[in-house]
T-cell receptor, first 117, second 114 residues
Framework: KAGVTQTPRYLIKTRGQQVTLSCSPI?????VSWYQQTPGQGLQFLFE???????NKGNFPGRFSGRQFSNSRSEMNVSTLELGDSALYLC????????????????FGEGSRLTVL | AQSVTQLGSHVSVSEGALVLLRCNYS??????LFWYVQYPNQGLQLLLK??????LVKGINGFEAEFKKSETSFHLTKPSAHMSDAAEYFC????????????FGRGTSLIVHP
């Protein structure tokens, strides 16, 4: 079974630009979450999508947005990039099956490392 | 709101020595608890989890953790460290009655000396 796939793995942008990151969850997983990982702040929750709807949202500015498609694939977008947006962006999927208890167990991709110059 | 504290951003052990990584949490209800491991340039991988039942949980690669409600702790141990255990370890907690979105600790970097 294929794991969570994130593209691109590495990218370099300049301040003011925008970036789109892609995530394909494990087949059958309906929930996709995004995290930002930096040395100073650790793992910070961005948002979670389930059935094409944003179900939970972290405390990030509106420059950070996302969406989920009908096949559960997800994208996140960061507009007007700032130097502080340099980070590893991790996508994670979970089964989140209706009628079952969701424990919060996540399956992570390898991440997209964004460098903003 | 729940929170996770991992004592020690870095832990250094010799190969063959006991590994102990500490995790304390705060939660208004008995939580679900997780340990994840992250190797360089990779995502996080689940080591073990506690949801209900037996409080001593065994995971992959010889790791185990014990849920102690009275101490609000979920420390990770391994009897004998291997060089391949060198990685970043994250403790996480989710609220069964809430949004179940896990909150992560800041991570502990395990260094293993030969």
């Amino acid at each position: 079974k294929a794991g969570v796939t994130q593209t691109p793995r590495y990218l370099i942008k300049t301040r003011g630009q925008q970036v789109t990151l892609s995530c394909s969850p494990i087949s059958g997983h309906r929930s996709v979450s995004w995290y930002q990982q930096t040395p100073g702040q650790g793992l910070q929750f961005l948002f979670e999508y389930f059935s094409e709807t944003q179900r939970n949202k972290g405390n990030f500015p509106g420059r950070f947005s996302g969406r989920q498609f009908s096949n559960s694939r997800s994208e996140m977008n960061v507009s007007t990039l700032e130097l502080g947006d340099s980070a590893l962006y991790l996508c994670a999927s979970s089964l989140s099956r209706t009628g079952e208890v969701d424990t919060g167990e996540l399956f992570f991709g390898e991440g997209s490392r964004l460098t903003v110059l | 709101a729940q929170s996770v504290t991992q004592l020690g951003s870095h832990v250094s052990v010799s190969e063959g020595a006991l590994v102990l990584l500490r995790c304390n949490y705060s939660s208004s209800v008995p939580p679900y608890l997780f340990w994840y491991v992250q190797y360089p340039n990779q995502g996080l991988q689940l080591l073990l989890k506690y949801t209900t039942g037996a409080t001593l949980v065994k995971g992959i690669n010889g790791f185990e953790a014990e849920f102690k409600k009275s101490e609000t702790s979920f420390h990770l141990t391994k009897p004998s460290a291997h060089m391949s255990d060198a990685a970043e370890y994250f403790c996480a907690v989710s609220d069964p009655g809430g949004s179940y979105i896990p909150t992560f600790g800041r991570g502990t970097s395990l260094i293993v000396h030969p």
